[in-house]
């Protein structure tokens, strides 16, 4: 009889391809998650469900990089590295910003979407409406001056306004979001100019829009009829130029 024949065990053989199908999985599940963490970052509209699912994939990518991992005791722990460097970085001790380098950050950053499309519920190059546009522009200015100053408060900030979705009419009211009105409602280009600091914004009489200014008589808007992040200045036609607005400001930009 053959030593072969004498060594086959069937329960092995028959088990053994699904031994190797399970050793694999961790890594098919990497690149699922992966192509689903792409596919949710550039997706543009925000909603609560869409945060909570970004952080749940982003939780899953790193378990299952680390299981796919697992047998390289070297590299097991790789996927936990930047989670554990952004943990320790956050509950590092901060201090309050600059208002005056944040809102030149801010406006800078308000800047960079011009040309972006408009997508009603958007808030990133992908895809932005009128709110989204202050509100993605904030946490860009926030994260960025974080990292520049290495203050810790500041990227906390970032992830609370991320994570807290608004409405224009939500802004000028103030809710969760630190902002104040600076006066009552007037037509736009009859705002005192001399009262609004670049990185100040104006939500419409009737809370449906919103516009951020960027000084020199200029506005930045998501405007929903052409579609696309533009710039007002006096001499653009626009029908927002006739339309009440209220004034505010961020508190975080305020000059205390």
């Not at 939500?170 to 990185?199: C, F, I, W, Y």
Request: aromatic share 10%.
């Amino acid at each position: 009889m053959s030593p072969a024949f004498l060594h086959y065990n069937p329960l092995v053989h028959a088990a053994a391809p699904n031994l190797t199908l399970l050793q694999r999985l961790p890594a098919r599940l990497v690149i699922l998650f992966s192509l689903l963490a792409v596919f949710l970052l550039i997706y543009p509209v925000r909603t609560q469900f869409y945060r909570t699912s970004i952080l749940l994939t982003f939780a899953a990518l790193t378990t299952v990089g680390v299981l796919a991992l697992w047998k390289r005791p070297r590299w097991r722990v790789v996927p936990l590295v930047p989670v554990v460097l952004v943990a320790i970085f956050l509950l590092l001790p901060g201090r309050d910003a600059n208002p005056a380098a944040l809102r030149r950050t801010y406006c800078w950053a308000l800047q960079r979407y011009e040309g972006t499309r408009y997508v009603w519920g958007g808030e990133g190059f992908c895809g932005v409406d009128c709110s989204g546009l202050l509100r993605a522009a904030l946490v860009d200015a926030h994260v960025m001056e974080s990292v520049r100053t290495f203050n810790p408060a500041l990227a906390r900030r970032a992830i609370w306004l991320w994570w807290t979705d608004s409405s224009a009419a939500d802004l000028a009211r103030g809710e969760r979001n630190g902002t104040v009105a600076l006066s009552a409602a007037a037509v736009l280009d009859d705002l005192d100019d001399s009262r609004l600091q670049p990185g100040d914004f104006a939500i419409t009489a009737d809370g449906i829009h919103a516009l951020a200014y960027l000084g020199g008589q200029t506005w930045i808007e998501a405007d929903p009829f052409e579609l696309r992040v533009l710039q007002l200045t006096p001499t653009t036609s626009s029908p927002w130029h006739v339309i009440k607005a209220i004034p505010c400001r961020w508190e975080c930009l305020t000059v205390r």
